[in-house]
């Protein structure tokens, strides 16, 4: 019914960038909040940025002045630029939205839903 489709991960040096991207598709009525999160191998997974329909955005304290998170409502489309990447930001980046979906007659809408992409690996290494 809904899918969030991530893209943008690869290998990057220590000191680089990278831009994540993260499409939401399906029968939306709205989106709320959108927001990344990171799981390294053999930990939790953790936020890393979140950003309101009313564009307000939050990091974690580990990624603040390096990331930047936007979206862009009309494309139903959350972005993750990431610079001067260290080797510890090195995980699968996960993208997460509150979504309302339509009901299947078109006529209504239903409480927001999480749903979650399936992820992207980033890999910071010289």
């Known amino acids: 019914q809904v899918q969030l489709v991530e893209s943008g991960g690869g290998l990057v040096q220590p000191g680089g960038s990278l831009r994540l991207s993260c499409a939401a598709s399906g029968s939306i009525f709205s989106i709320n909040a959108m927001g990344w999160y990171r799981q390294a191998p053999g930990k939790q997974r953790d936020l890393v940025a979140v950003i309101t329909n009313g564009d307000s955005a939050s990091y974690a304290d580990s990624v603040k002045g390096r990331f930047t998170i936007s979206r862009d409502t009309a494309k139903n489309t959350v972005y993750l630029q990431m610079n001067s990447l260290k080797p510890e930001d090195a995980a699968v980046y996960y993208c997460?939205?509150?979504?309302?979906?339509?009901?299947?007659?078109?006529?209504?809408?239903?409480?927001?839903?999480?749903?979650w992409g399936q992820g992207t690996q980033v890999t910071v290494s010289s």
């Open positions: 997460n939205a509150d979504i309302r979906v339509l009901t299947i007659d078109g006529r209504r809408a239903m409480p927001p839903s999480t749903y």
